[in-house]
């Protein structure tokens, strides 16, 4: 059951696009949203920027820091307000917090107290991460949080199916319940795909799943695409059945993910609807 739905906010094009798509969410399961803004604590402390007026004669650093703090502040609150203006205009009553820190620790810290964590796939900094998505708030939070975290793209559309990718592995089968009692409260079909070249694996999953979905009255699918995980799965998505996907999170260990790479992180960065994730 998913009562509240934490919110991340910036103020950025995707921010307001991940803004509505948890309106949107929030209104079919009848969940609480919580806006959250954090003003990055790196911002407050300058030793780049104190060296900079130190060799070019301006005051030290410390003397414009209430004046950095105040100007964080401000626009701390006005994203917060706009927040709170389009999720009453859409008729919601959302909480909104501010808290001053590390960004992605301190949404893990506050998703702890929430069922899901919905943030953006990009932020306003995201033209500073290197990789892009990788290794940036995203992934992190995916990573460490412990909750279902729900990434959204540029461009909004409802959500009237969804898909699951299923490899058979634990984060998978996780993802699998999540998908069910999503399909139940949401009344959205369920496509269930699972990628491999091996008929003897597919018929493996094929049973597991249909075992699992047994005392389930849902609308669902399966099908079995062979293929690359994450090639297969892009190109599902591109093919716009449907309008969410729901993964297990980093099934593979840390270091086969350095030597191929993530499927999971691939995804996340180039996938046009929202990637619903679960460790």
């Given at each position: 059951m998913v009562k509240t739905i934490l919110?991340?906010?910036?103020?950025?094009?995707?921010?307001?696009?991940?803004?509505?798509?948890?309106?949107?969410?929030?209104?079919k399961l009848e969940a609480q949203l919580i806006g959250l803004h954090v003003v990055d604590v790196s911002l407050m402390q300058g030793p780049v920027f104190s060296d900079i007026s130190g060799s070019i004669g301006l005051p030290p650093y410390q003397e414009f820091l209430p004046v950095i703090e105040a100007g964080l502040?401000?626009?701390?609150?006005?994203?917060?307000?706009?927040?709170?203006?389009?999720?009453?205009?859409?008729?919601?009553?959302?909480?909104?917090?501010?808290a001053l820190g590390v960004i992605d620790k301190t949404i893990i810290e506050a998703g702890k107290k929430t069922d899901w964590i919905l943030l953006a796939q990009r932020g306003e900094h995201f033209h500073l991460a290197k990789g892009g998505i990788l290794?940036?708030?995203?992934?992190?939070?995916?990573?460490?949080?412990?909750?279902?975290?729900?990434?959204?793209?540029?461009?909004?559309?409802?959500?009237?199916?969804?898909?699951?990718?299923?490899?058979?592995?634990?984060?998978?089968h996780n993802a699998l319940k999540l998908a069910v009692n999503l399909s139940e409260k949401a009344a959205w079909p369920l496509t269930i795909i699972c990628i491999t070249g091996d008929q003897a694996v597919a018929d493996k999953l094929h049973h597991k799943i249909e075992a699992y979905l047994e005392p389930f009255q849902i609308d669902c699918e399966i099908l079995t695409i062979h293929g690359k995980e994450n090639r297969e799965i892009m190109k599902f998505i591109q093919e716009g059945s449907v309008e969410l996907m729901v993964m297990g999170a980093y099934g593979h260990n840390r270091l086969r993910e350095l030597l191929v790479g993530s499927t999971t992180s691939d995804v996340i960065r180039k996938s046009k609807i929202p990637v619903l994730l679960t460790r």
């Amino acid at each position: 059951m998913v009562k509240t739905i934490l919110i991340p906010t910036d103020g950025s094009e995707y921010g307001k696009t991940a803004i509505e798509y948890g309106i949107y969410i929030a209104k079919k399961l009848e969940a609480q949203l919580i806006g959250l803004h954090v003003v990055d604590v790196s911002l407050m402390q300058g030793p780049v920027f104190s060296d900079i007026s130190g060799s070019i004669g301006l005051p030290p650093y410390q003397e414009f820091l209430p004046v950095i703090e105040a100007g964080l502040d401000e626009r701390a609150d006005a994203i917060l307000k706009a927040f709170r203006e389009q999720c009453e205009a859409a008729g919601l009553h959302p909480e909104a917090r501010k808290a001053l820190g590390v960004i992605d620790k301190t949404i893990i810290e506050a998703g702890k107290k929430t069922d899901w964590i919905l943030l953006a796939q990009r932020g306003e900094h995201f033209h500073l991460a290197k990789g892009g998505i990788l290794g940036s708030t995203a992934e992190l939070v995916v990573r460490n949080s412990g909750k279902p975290v729900l990434v959204t793209p540029a461009k909004y559309q409802d959500v009237e199916s969804m898909a699951l990718a299923y490899d058979g592995s634990s984060p998978a089968h996780n993802a699998l319940k999540l998908a069910v009692n999503l399909s139940e409260k949401a009344a959205w079909p369920l496509t269930i795909i699972c990628i491999t070249g091996d008929q003897a694996v597919a018929d493996k999953l094929h049973h597991k799943i249909e075992a699992y979905l047994e005392p389930f009255q849902i609308d669902c699918e399966i099908l079995t695409i062979h293929g690359k995980e994450n090639r297969e799965i892009m190109k599902f998505i591109q093919e716009g059945s449907v309008e969410l996907m729901v993964m297990g999170a980093y099934g593979h260990n840390r270091l086969r993910e350095l030597l191929v790479g993530s499927t999971t992180s691939d995804v996340i960065r180039k996938s046009k609807i929202p990637v619903l994730l679960t460790r």
